[in-house]
Structures are given as structure tokens and as C-alpha cells.
């Protein structure tokens, strides 16, 4: 009987978690304004719209925000932690859960800035990456978070150290969500 609720919590963290990271990062995108018309997003795109478009009839957008994104990775973690919960045999509260949720989505949003900016660097030092879906969907990405950063510290050389205090900063970010203990 354990196994069978591993395999599932296995499952519903792993499908949850991939689509719930697939509407978050198909959200940001559309915050930087990214190319939609590169391979990258038009996968984000066709994997999220039969959810989006019709929540988009019932939740407008709020000015560059794409509110029904932000609802559906919300709705989508909360049922994902009901069902963690139960398959656990435990018991809990909405707003716990609410909490827990919303807590766990800006974490992942950190973590998704932190995988962005590793692959980022990671391409940078192998070249070569003029006209890689994959470099373009990043930098646009990343590009919002960098900017204020690249003020403040200097490209020294040929190395531009704003990714690397971006990435500090976040780590510090997931430091003090860590101490709310969910």
C-alpha cells in the first residue's frame, strides 16, 4: 500500500509541478514581452491555451498582467496540495493551504529566474548562440531582472557579474520565504 502512495504522490507532484512551471513561465514571458513567435514560446502556448482561453473569458487581464495565468498556477497548486495532503492522510485548512500556495509559487518563479540564468551562462561559454531559440527566449527573459542589477554592478572585463548577483539575490529571497517554515 506505501508504494501505491508513493507512485502517486510521485505523480501529482511531477505533473502539477511541470504544467503549474509551464503557466508560470509562459506568464513571465508575457510579462518580458517576449517573442511568441519563437519555437519555445509557441510550445508554452499550445500546452496552456486549452486551459487560458477560456479563463480569459471570465478573468481579464489587468494592464501586462495575465491575471488567468496567475489564477490558473494558483488554482493549480492549491489542488496539487489537497491532493498531497490527502494522499499523505493528513488534514489541513484553506488558508494554510492558500498560504502554502502562494509561498510556493513565488518560489518557483525564483527558481525558474536561477535555471534561466545557469542555462544562460551555461550558453554563453560554449557560443554560438546568435539565433538559438533557446538564448533568445532566455535573454528576454532574464533581461527585466538584470537590468536595474547591471546599474549597480559593473561588467568587469568581458564578464558581466549581474547574472551572478541576481542569483545571489534570489538565493536570498528563498532564504527568508524559508523561514515563514512552509
Request: avoid cysteine.
Amino acid at each position: 500500500m506505501e508504494a501505491l502512495q508513493n507512485v502517486g504522490i510521485f505523480l501529482v507532484q511531477t505533473l502539477f509541478s511541470l504544467y503549474i512551471g509551464a503557466v508560470l513561465i509562459r506568464f513571465l514571458l508575457a510579462l518580458s514581452r517576449a517573442n511568441f513567435y519563437n519555437p519555445l514560446s509557441q510550445f508554452l502556448v499550445k500546452i496552456t491555451n486549452p486551459v487560458l482561453v477560456p479563463m480569459r473569458r471570465m478573468i481579464p487581464a489587468i494592464g501586462k498582467l495575465d491575471t488567468a495565468a496567475i489564477v490558473l498556477a494558483l488554482s493549480l497548486k492549491i489542488i496539487q496540495t489537497f491532493l498531497l495532503v490527502a494522499l499523505q492522510g493528513s488534514e489541513t485548512s484553506l488558508p494554510v493551504v492558500l498560504l502554502y500556495s502562494v509561498i510556493d509559487l513565488v518560489r518557483t518563479v525564483i527558481y525558474i529566474y536561477i535555471f534561466a540564468l545557469v542555462i544562460q551562462a551555461v550558453l554563453s561559454w560554449v557560443g554560438n548562440s546568435q539565433g538559438n531559440p533557446l538564448a533568445d527566449i532566455l535573454n528576454s527573459l532574464t533581461e527585466p531582472l538584470l537590468r536595474p542589477i547591471r546599474q549597480f554592478v559593473p561588467v568587469i572585463g568581458m564578464v558581466d557579474l549581474a547574472p551572478m548577483a541576481a542569483i545571489l539575490l534570489l538565493y536570498i529571497v528563498l532564504i527568508v520565504l524559508q523561514s515563514f517554515g512552509l
